[in-house]
């Protein structure tokens, strides 16, 4: 058996990992969330005998620190791979130099997105280590974004949603330095960016269409964005793409990756 753990598996991509690599019955797949009774479309799935659930949440040591304890008594105290994905943007993070933007709420947003996105990879990394020594694939995957790249920043000259970039691009920083420390002991440590997903179908509410203005913002992001890939085709990839896509660059990764930020491509192709 091959294990798998991935964190922020209620919905969204995280979800899709869990769905996909649960078809393999050779693998042990384990959904971390925060609120099993409240994961609806993980619910779904939860009667596959290969996947598991345990709770926890990634900002906090102590509840994770309690997940490796449920991961073990599953795994008898081994795991393979670990995919990091629970994160996201907090707050309305538009810009850094807007005068107009109240200062407080912009220094609550860098924390806020830091603590989420690049704290909780520490946390979520050191609870899981002890296992993860023991495991086969010794993999740690912190699922990223190209909004924390530089070059992909300094490339399409993007502003929006700087709280959430800054915590990306500590993240990718965080893969370096792990995959620094634990090279000797043959660990490959991998920023992995998904593309842009649609994930409305498991975001309850969500599925509203947009209004005309919207789709007009959207389209001016897309622009500024195919700056770094002229033939994108300005679509968002489906959720089950990405992760096909995702779980093909996981699998073949190995040393001489460790430490990079790829794309769900396994380049910096980032659309
Ligand atoms: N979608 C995209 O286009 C895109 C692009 C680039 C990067 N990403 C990255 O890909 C990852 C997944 O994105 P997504 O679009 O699937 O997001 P999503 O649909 O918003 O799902 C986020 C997941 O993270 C979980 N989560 C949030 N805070 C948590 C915490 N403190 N502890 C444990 N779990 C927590 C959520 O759980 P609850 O259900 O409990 O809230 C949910 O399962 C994120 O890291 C995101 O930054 C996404």
């Known amino acids: 058996m091959t294990s ?11 979800l899709e990992f869990i769905r996909q690599l ?35 949440d990634v900002t906090s040591i102590e509840t994770m620190k309690k ?3 449920s991961v073990t008594a599953i795994t008898g105290g081994t795991l393979d791979y670990i995919i ?18 109240d200062p407080s709420t912009l220094v609550e947003e860098l924390k806020g997105n830091f603590e989420l996105n690049a704290v909780s990879a520490v946390i979520t990394t050191n609870a899981f280590l002890p296992l993860l020594r023991k495991g086969k694939a010794k993999k740690i ?26 915590s990306k691009a500590a993240l990718n920083y965080i893969a370096q330095k792990y995959a620094a420390e634990l090279a000797a ?21 969500e599925q509203t269409q947009p209004s ?12 500024q964005w195919a700056k ?17 896509k995702q779980l093909k660059v996981i699998s073949s990764v190995g040393p001489k990756d460790s430490g990079k930020l790829l794309s769900q491509n396994g380049n910096t192709a980032w659309l």
Do not use: C
């Open 4 to 14: 798998y753990l991935v964190t922020g598996a209620s919905r969204g991509i995280g």
């Open 185 to 205: 002991e043959d660990f490959v440590v991998l920023a992995l960016s998904p593309g842009l997903v649609d994930t409305s179908s498991t975001k309850e509410g």
């Open 212 to 223: 005309e203005e919207d789709i007009k913002k959207m389209q001016a992001i897309f622009e």
């Open 228 to 244: 770094s890939q002229p033939d994108w085709d300005r679509k968002p990839l489906t959720v089950q793409d990405s992760v096909t």
């Open 22 to 56: 649960s078809e393999d019955s050779k693998n042990t797949v384990i959904a971390l969330v925060r609120n099993a009774a409240k994961s609806v479309y993980l619910q779904e799935i939860t009667h596959l005998p290969n996947v598991h659930v345990v709770e926890g």
């Open 84 to 101: 990091e994905n629970a994160g996201g943007d907090i707050g309305t993070d538009t810009s850094l130099a807007n005068p107009n933007r």
């Open 67 to 69: 997940a490796a304890e």
């Open 141 to 166: 995957i912190l699922i990223s974004s190209a909004i924390g790249d530089l070059e992909f920043t300094r490339i399409t000259g993007f502003v929006g949603i700087p709280a959430y970039g800054v």
